[in-house]
């Protein structure tokens, strides 16, 4: 599904984020990302979504070299992955319902489908009971499984999620987990960026450890390892 080719990315600041990357994702396996702040792990998922290009290297994702897409058909890529960054605010104007209903509203989803849609990843989430609340009265964990519903919604390929337990106490955080693995059973493909040391290490999937920009280690059933 993922594969990566001696991928480098450079930054112009001559700062090298990733160096070297060569590792291969299969359809429907779930996968950490570990290492410390500054690792790589945020730049790594970008190339995967061609937030961003490599500086060198192949990024291949279901069978198409990224760096070779065109831009008018990013879009279709886009769709087939679903992205959770802290960096993708919730629409604080409008209720749970209409936050998940946004994507398929842009693509033009007749009203029909998006309610059953929408209702059904509210309930598969366990946000039904609060679909006509607005973000703000949610609690961190809602709102973060809003930010899942919503990433979800069009049952994508591929999975893509960045520190999604940042903020959030231990036992919110393994809610939130089970839910992505609840998500990978469907058979999305699923990486987590995390330096949720306690997370991972319950988690027992496999973790790939970035540090300064190199693929440490990957390992199956993997522990987050010493720091
Ligand atoms: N847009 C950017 N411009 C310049 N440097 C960047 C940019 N994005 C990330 N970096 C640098 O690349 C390195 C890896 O960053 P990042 O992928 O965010 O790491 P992580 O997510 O593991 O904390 C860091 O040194 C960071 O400062
Ligand atoms: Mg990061």
Not at 133 to 138: Q, S, V
Not at 165 to 172: C, I
């Amino acid at each position: 599904m993922i594969r990566m080719f001696h991928v480098f990315k450079t930054f112009p600041n001559k700062i090298h984020a990733l160096w070297d990357i060569n590792l291969h994702v299969k359809k429907g396996e779930f996968v950490f990302l570990v290492g410390p702040t500054g690792a790589g792990k945020t730049t790594l998922l970008k190339l995967v979504y061609r937030g961003i290009l490599p500086s060198k290297g192949q990024v291949i994702v279901d069978g198409v070299n990224l760096s070779r897409l065109k831009l008018s058909l990013v879009p279709y890529l886009r769709r087939e992955i679903g992205i959770v960054f802290q960096d993708f605010k919730l629409l604080y104007d409008r209720n749970v319902f209409e936050n998940v209903a946004f994507s398929l509203r842009v693509v033009g989803t007749k009203n029909i489908i998006i309610k059953q849609k929408v209702n059904e990843v509210l309930d598969i989430i366990g946000l039904y009971e609060k679909k006509n609340t607005y973000p703000h009265l949610l609690s961190g964990g809602e709102q973060q499984k809003l930010c899942i519903a919503r990433a979800v919604v069009s049952r994508p390929l591929i999975l893509l999620t960045d520190e999604p337990t940042g903020n959030l106490d231990p036992e919110t955080s393994w809610e939130i987990m089970k839910l992505l693995f609840k998500i990978n059973v469907w058979g999305t493909t699923v990486i987590v960026a995390s330096h949720d040391k306690l997370m991972v290490d319950k988690a027992q999937k496999r973790v790939i450890r970035l540090v300064q920009g190199e693929v440490v280690s990957d390992a199956r059933k993997g522990i987050y390892a010493k720091q």
